[in-house]
């Protein structure tokens, strides 16, 4: 009798896992396979443009002039004959003032219009900034000056057939109020000879003038203290 109870036990639990497993499979069939991860697409790095100064606009123009009592210039900037900024150049400091408007971060042609002479000046942050050309009427370039935010760095002045007369770099040039041969500068003949050089730096311990005759030989030496005092006086 055992025996008999046991090996139906043992048969239902058998009748039992199988038709389990029968359910187990029909579910894993019926259960749907996941769907592959969804990989998001790099976008592109964006190339950094380095955007070259704006150049002249046609819109834009200057005109200038120098006043009656010589003491300053006064220009005045125009989009598309509309005023837009005025400002004055004192002639004794050459510094900005009296601004009225604002002025475009832009590369700008102008004409004095007593003189008519042509050039461009740029713009930056409400002041001259970069380069600032005049031409003669042959098109060649008459003054280079470099400018940084208003502060005159470099000056270049050439003769009318484009050889270079003068060149100056004011970047560590001495304070001394009226004199404008102050930095390093050098003036040269029409046919390329030094005729006239200066060091007046703040840097530099050998401050001098020197003067140079039509070979090119030197005439005369002016040394110069710190502050651009004359200390000697040399005839050669």
């Not at 009748?15 to 396979?33: A, C, G």
């Not at 790095?45 to 070259?52: C, I, S, W, Y």
Request: aromatic share 12%; with cysteine.
């Amino acid at each position: 009798m055992k025996k008999t109870i046991l090996f139906v036990f043992i048969a239902g639990l058998i009748f039992v896992m199988i038709i389990l497993n029968m359910f187990i499979m029909s579910q894993m069939k019926t259960k749907k396979s996941p769907q592959p991860p969804v990989v998001a697409e790099e976008m592109p790095a964006q190339k950094v443009v380095n955007r070259p100064p704006k150049p002249v606009s046609e819109n834009l123009t200057q005109r200038e002039w120098l006043d009656m009592n010589r003491e300053y210039r006064e220009c005045v900037v125009f989009t598309d004959q509309t005023e837009i900024a005025r400002y004055k150049i004192s002639v004794q400091d050459k510094k900005m003032f009296d601004m009225t408007g604002a002025l475009p971060d832009a590369v700008v042609p102008f004409e004095d219009i007593n003189t008519h002479v042509k050039g461009t000046v740029s713009y930056q942050g409400n002041k001259r900034h970069g380069k600032y050309l005049e031409y003669f009427d042959n098109g060649k370039v008459s003054k280079e000056i470099v400018y940084y935010r208003d502060i005159l760095r470099t000056l270049k002045e050439y003769f009318y057939d484009g050889r270079l007369r003068m060149e100056v770099d004011y970047t560590d040039a001495i304070f001394k109020p009226g004199d404008t041969e102050v930095g390093v500068g050098k003036v040269y003949a029409r046919d390329g000879v030094l005729k006239y050089e200066w060091n007046l730096t703040n840097r530099s311990t050998n401050r001098y003038k020197k003067s140079y005759n039509i070979d090119g030989r030197l005439t005369e030496v002016l040394t110069f203290d710190a502050y651009g005092n004359l200390l000697e006086r040399n005839r050669l």
